[in-house]
């Protein structure tokens, strides 16, 4: 078992909280992290980069120069590669395929090494008290600046079905993003200097992944 710190929304711990080992005091793959990283970033792209081939170049019809006579290769099109002005040889065509895949084991052992070493690192943190909080921007940003002071970013990981209060007073904030626990992502946890779980997305968590 691991146990993470459950602090109130002034950022003073209250106790510790003892959750999966299977998910917090998973071993450590770093070679799998970097390739579920690599596989979520590939599969973000757009294939949205193209050039023109030589039949959609406009230039004129005419011959460059003369077959004869110039002392240099025969060429005839101008709209050649080798031409300023002409196509692009081999150039992206917008129709690239750049998704990749991880098998769901994959997927679970990177998420559950991330957050071991998050865990490790002391970037993980529980919070009691955001359900009775007013759905007020300014009240949450002023719980986050206490709960993460020193992070440049934060996580705030909810159940599935988060309280209203929380999802409408935390869509503005600028260095929090918000996601459920069932939709948490290997590059997701490691991006984010602080994870912010609530007592009940831990729960949802474990159901999840080690129920």
Known sequence: ????????????????????????????????????????????????????????????KAKIWRQK???????GSRNAPIFVGGAKAHGPTGQQNFNLKLTRKMKRLSLF?????KLKDQEVIAVSGLDTQKPKTKIFAQIIQKLAPKAKNATLILAPKPPANIVTATKNLPR??????????????????????TEKSLKSLTDHYAG
């Open 69 to 75: 006579g110039t002392g240099r290769a025969r060429h």
């Open 113 to 117: 090494s991330a957050l071991t070493q």
């Open 1 to 60: 078992m691991a146990q993470i710190p459950l602090v109130n929304t002034s950022g003073k711990k209250v106790k510790s909280l003892k959750v999966s080992g299977k998910i917090f005091g998973a071993k450590v793959n770093p070679s799998l992290v970097n390739q579920a990283v690599r596989v979520y970033l590939s599969n973000q792209r757009q294939a949205s980069a193209r050039t023109k081939s030589r039949g959609e170049v406009k230039v004129t």
């Open 176 to 197: 929090l993003s918000v996601t459920s626990a069932d939709k948490l992502t290997t590059y997701q946890a490691l991006s984010s200097h602080q994870l912010i779980f």
